[in-house]
């Protein structure tokens, strides 16, 4: 596994960055594929000051 990087809230500095995840309502599903199941979107949130400092889809390829 590659090893990730310190991440810091650009906003505030912090460097306590917590991950979640949406289901359901949150998922992300691509334009052009009716039948995709979609994907969960994985967050990583700053627990300081609430900015979403990265927004992920757990599986990318099938937004292809
Ligand atoms: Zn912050």
Do not use: N, W
């Not at 991950?19 to 199941?37: A, C, E, I, R, W």
């Amino acid at each position: 596994m590659m090893e990730e990087k310190e991440k810091k809230c650009p906003i505030c500095g912090c460097e306590h960055i917590g991950k979640g995840t949406q289901y359901s309502y949150g998922k992300m599903f691509p334009l052009d594929k009716v039948f995709s199941k979609g994907s969960e979107v994985i967050a990583e949130i700053c627990t300081d000051c609430g900015y979403i400092v990265s927004m992920r889809v757990k599986d990318p390829h099938d937004f292809k």
